[in-house]
């Protein structure tokens, strides 16, 4: 039976992901992301389910950067999962008493106009996940009245729900992915996300136009991208992309060969089918029939120039 | 005197920022971003300083989605800050009897390999800001051993420093930038920057390359490109630009009515000195007397042809 | 009672052109296009009425060149007109008894498919028009036999059609030009074109992408693209340019304003409603209320950022 | 001994051009270019030396035309050959003595200058080639006193020298073309040139700078564009295209195949040694190894992600 890593400890939304990504995958749970990936990377466990982004907050950092980094991971999956969140307190509290919350800082962001509204003298306090904060307040003796997190977080560690579906929006979304070391690509679904990342060519001005008109050109959509600064000072940045299709597709393949030629470094990060299921509208010219007639063509004139 | 809020308590980054940017200003501490922020908007204070980006971290979100909705307010300065992080505990700890540590998150990512070499086991938990964080260890009957923050929140707070510059990486910059309410613009420089928020049209497929050409068209480099989340989901985002500019430049404010055109919205965050005083190249046909020769000679064809 | 040169003599294409363009005027019938245009910019006529280009010759290099040098003339109106070819000859001729055929280089390329079949072994000699090739046929003692040219031609120097529409393709049109010296353009239809002239700056490798993208920013159309020499060697061209619209729109005006500061030189040519009464489809951000919301804007951030 | 065809007769600068080009060869003069190449296509003639572009007249339209239709012929070396205009005539004639004059219509346009201003009231006629009129006059009891055309021409047909160099600019070149039919092509050189002819997808807009972007993605410079009229109506145009680089160059033969995907139709005429031995500035991401490197990467990561 296979495992794969996750962000733990038991109760986290990363646990509910993975869940429902691999329902008889082992579980080992990690303290945090960089530790999830290490796992996968020294072949403790097969892969790991990580979060990418998330609908309200944006990219998640700590997975960006661990993905871009380091010994190279593969993205095989993905899954969007709705994000609700409860207020968790021992059994007997009521919302009226609760002086301190413990919770992680995205959470915190997400539930700020219920605390406001409900909690205005609240004190936040951060912790590295939802389902570590739910444990902290499980613990006797805890200096915490409440956390914030998964209902599911609540049921595991005894908890009750003082409130629930807190967040402001609730609509908001988590996409998670699930990464293994490299191997065989899953198989082109018609409806694929791609990933990499690219790092500028130092020497070279107008760079991101050059990048972006390598996908352009082909009739590639950009799904996602996202600039993260490479440590060398401000104004330094490479970038994620997640574009439509899959490497083994034509135009993605010439792509991503375009964007190897132009960038500094380029790091493949996996083709996979996407969640939301949708087809690329594949413009004239970038079909992969087409791509093999160009290449018939071009043989031919090589050959005789007729 | 004037007086501006900053991201407090006192011997914060963002106190040392304010500090250099405008020595004789009264000084607001308030306890995250966003109150900062609408000190400035409420007119309790002049102006804020707020980080906006850092060299290892990336992006501040908090601020990024601050400055993005909400009443407006306009960038008038910046400052580059290094950042040096030193491990700050009562007079008298010692190296090794440190087990719980707390900082701001950021802080904590910045300072992962020190942690790992010497205080392996050590307990990290977050805190609001740095100087927060030394606050809460200066307390009697604190359950922490030690803060990550600058020397000034330190000496601000009666501790000693057990190691010093103890980040990752010794050249680690924070960019600053000090906000007002709307009103007269900085005077043009020579070198100068100038942000912006962008909204896609939903419409609109294509629409990042088409909001990069209206730079590039006009030959203006971008210095820096972010996505958020709009938080209407998975695949739904704005932008945060930096270009080389001032609107007060013909270029820069075509390039900007452009994209105002093109996009859902757009929201101007200020035109303002560059920290670097790096200079733009002009290219060919963009420097301001020749957009106003090419706007002479259309007035004259649009009256007789001519 | 205005008068318009055209060329002449009487019975060329260009005369039919020219009753309908302004079936009033009084005609001016010269012996080349440049005695025609410069007859219009001395003032000894109003205008001119010139041919542009051939569906199946392509442009009218005398008359492209002719607009592009010298003192300016603009397009004040175009015409459409089907080019029917007849072989004329003096009465009694039969069409076994042809040997020496007369008419103009354009014709002659025209007809080409029916020479070869039906006359495979006359000998063509080129004159300055089709009507000039009638006439001479008409004068007593001619040495040539027939001359290709209009049905119009035949009557007025008193002709018969041995026969008629042989031309090789029966839907050849000629795109005619009424040009007048500056002064009042005339105004937006709804469905205009734009004639221009572009000189490429000589310091400025990849210039007619940057050309092109000017009119693509502006979501504008090109409908005819034609290079010609400069005259300064093989590789140097000059360009001229349809595009759809009028000068008096924003996108337009911008258009041309960017190609201004991007080139060496720009020639107007002229705005004016299109033969084919096409409207273009205007792009999202392309509208004149878009551009003007968009310089409102501008004026707002430039007064006080907000 | 190998035969070529030509513009004849003897004393066109085609001949001038063919004997520069292959010394060696047996000359087959032809009454025009058409019959020049279908001697080439039909195998009359190993191949032809026909004109293509001219400095001040720009391209020859009857060789365009005849390149992009019928049976396929490739370029395989070009020639830039200086056109020098002399005014022959029999033994005896003087200048003052010159009514006619018979010449090619290009000769006629690049003198008239010299003819304005030297014979005011001389009646021109038009001939097919220069040699032809020159031919023309030299025969007993010919109606004209003067030709235009190469001092050889004179003196292949025993005319005299009336006035040398009287072409309006003394530097006009043309480049002449020597094509054959389909087969190996020539060695790359490192400063060749590409030619081609290119069919617009007829329901595809922006279809121009799609195929600019074809070669702009590459880092190709375009050396001339060139639009003739497909002869389906007025606005229907297809493109000749020189680039720089051989197809056998990766990024010449990318852009080529991607040429092929976005349009209806793409003729390969030839790549070749430049006759002004200029080598292209090769952009960083667009050379060879740079392209084989980026295979290699993209085979690996096809392979395993990796």
Chains 1, 2, 3, 4 share one sequence.
């Not at 999962?81 to 021992?90: D, G, H, I, N, T």
């Not at 679904?189 to 390598?214: I, K, P």
């Not at 050109?217 to 490479?230: A, C």
């Amino acid at each position: 039976m296979r495992k794969l890593a996750y962000l733990g400890p038991e109760g986290t939304f990363s646990e509910e992901a993975l869940r429902i990504l691999a329902p008889d995958a082992e579980r080992l749970p990690c303290s945090n992301v960089a530790a999830a990936l290490d796992a996968a990377r020294r072949g403790e466990a097969e892969g790991a389910v990580v979060p990418l982004e998330n609908s309200l907050e944006g990219g998640i950092t700590s997975t960006l950067d661990e993905l871009a980094w380091g010994q190279p991971l593969i993205i095989v999956a993905e899954l969007l999962l709705p994000v609700k969140f409860s207020l968790l307190a021992r059994p007997g509290t009521e919302l009226g008493q609760i002086k301190r919350v413990i919770t992680h800082q995205a959470a915190h962001t997400q539930c700020r106009a219920f605390l406001a509204r409900e909690l205005p003298d609240v004190h936040v306090i951060a912790a590295a996940s939802t389902a570590a904060a739910a444990q902290e307040v499980s613990l006797p003796g805890s200096p915490y009245d409440a956390a914030i997190g998964a209902a599911i977080a609540g049921e595991h560690y005894g908890l009750i729900e003082v409130a629930s579906d807190i967040g402001d929006r609730s609509d908001t979304v988590t996409r998670f992915v699930q990464v293994t070391r490299p191997g065989p690509l899953p198989k082109p679904t018609g409806a694929d996300r791609t990933s990499l990342v690219a790092y500028l060519a130092e020497d070279h001005s107008g760079a991101l136009l050059d990048m972006l008109s390598q996908f352009a050109t082909r009739g590639i959509n950009l799904t996602r991208i996202e600039s993260r600064p490479t440590g060398d000072g401000i104004g330094q940045y490479f970038f994620h992309f997640d574009c439509e299709g899959h490497v083994f597709e034509s135009r993605v393949g010439e792509a991503l060969s375009g964007l190897h030629r132009v960038c500094a470094d380029v790091r493949f990060l996996g083709s996979y089918a996407r969640a939301d299921g949708l087809s690329p509208q594949i413009r004239r010219g970038t079909a992969d029939h087409e791509f093999a007639e160009a290449a018939e063509w071009l043989d031919r004139i090589r050959g005789d120039g007729a």
